[in-house]
């Protein structure tokens, strides 16, 4: 997903997404660790992710 499109959302939906990627970051750790994992860029892309909702959570809760 976008940081534009991330933006676009409320504090509640970003909670559900964080979640959603949570349990992404997990299914990847356990397909790499029973050697199922063939596409390994998907780590980064979705610690990257994971980091831009942390930052706009962060900036939605100081602003209010």
């Known amino acids: 997903m976008e940081l534009q499109e991330l933006r676009q959302k409320n ?3 970003l909670v ?3 979640a959603e990627l949570r349990r992404e970051q997990f299914n ?4 790499k660790g029973s050697g199922q994992l063939a596409q390994t860029h998907q780590f980064g892309r979705v610690r ?3 980091a831009q909702v942390k930052h706009l959570l962060g900036s939605k809760k100081q602003g209010q």
């Open 16 to 18: 559900e997404h964080l």
């Open 48 to 50: 990257r992710e994971i």
């Open 11 to 13: 504090t509640e939906q």
């Open 28 to 31: 990847l750790r356990m397909q």
